[in-house]
T-cell receptor, first 116, second 112 residues
Framework: GAGVSQTPSNKVTEKGKYVELRCDPI?????LYWYRQSLGQGPEFLIYFQGTGAADDSGLPNDRFFAVRPEGSVSTLKIQRTERGDSAVYLCASSLFLAGSTDTQYFGPGTRLTVL | KNQVEQSPQSLIILEGKNCTLQ??????????LRWYKQDTGRGPVSLTIMTFSENTKSNGRYTATLDADTKQSSLHITASQLSDSASYICVVSARSNYQLIWGAGTKLIIKP
């Protein structure tokens, strides 16, 4: 595709519910990242995929958060038993290789999650 | 602790004026420094990426500088336009891993 797309753009859910957020990276990008951004803050790293595998999930706040990328392209971020503190914009980015190089990350528009 | 600090937190200038945003970091070992522009409700967009050996890089009206000795960077915007209104985020990558350390951003407002 032309850019990174994320769906839905907005998600409102009730405390305790389960949500899935989807990311479609740029075609051919092997690296995919999930970030969480709270109002007035920079993005906070959650998880990084290289191909199908999660190379580092150390940013996931707890075991309610899980992400998959089964075919090395589309990724889904899954949040169980949502809490009000999970409310944030969830950003997805993709790049050709590794962020540790000068590889540019391309960001999607984000999914705004609101937990009531 | 690896940190990126930006100043000012917010800035309001008139259209056509220049401005400079600052970034100080304590990331070590340093790999590269990036400046992103983030419009409200959108994902960040990369403006510049600089490695240790580069001390200036331009992208149109945006010019970034890097002083790896003092661990400081600046983003200079020339002849500001209304469309420059956005948050500008400084991001530093450590050589030891792929993770990017993000600053909180400077919110820039351009007034006509």
């Amino acid at each position: 595709g032309a850019g990174v797309s994320q769906t839905p753009s907005n998600k409102v859910t009730e405390k305790g519910k389960y949500v899935e957020l989807r990311c479609d990276p740029i075609s051919g990008h092997t690296a995919l990242y999930w970030y969480r951004q709270s109002l007035g803050q920079g993005p906070e790293f959650l998880i990084y995929f290289q191909g199908t595998g999660a190379a580092d999930d150390s940013g996931l706040p707890n075991d309610r958060f899980f992400a998959v990328r089964p075919e090395g392209s589309v990724s889904t971020l899954k949040i169980q038993r949502t809490e009000r503190g999970d409310s944030a914009v969830y950003l997805c980015a993709s790049s050709l290789f590794l962020a540790g190089s000068t590889d540019t990350q391309y960001f999607g528009p984000g999914t705004r999650l609101t937990v009531l | 602790k690896n940190q990126v600090e930006q100043s000012p937190q917010s800035l309001i200038i008139l259209e056509g004026k220049n401005c400079t945003l600052q970034c100080n970091y304590t990331v070590s070992p340093f790999s590269n420094l990036r400046w992103y522009k983030q419009d409200t409700g959108r994902g960040p967009v990369s403006l510049t990426i600089m490695t240790f050996s580069e001390n200036t890089k331009s992208n149109g009206r945006y010019t970034a500088t890097l002083d790896a000795d003092t661990k400081q960077s600046s983003l200079h915007i020339t002849a500001s336009q209304l469309s420059d209104s956005a948050s500008y985020i400084c991001v530093v990558s450590a050589r030891s891993n792929y993770q990017l350390i993000w600053g909180a951003g400077t919110k820039l407002i351009i007034k006509p």
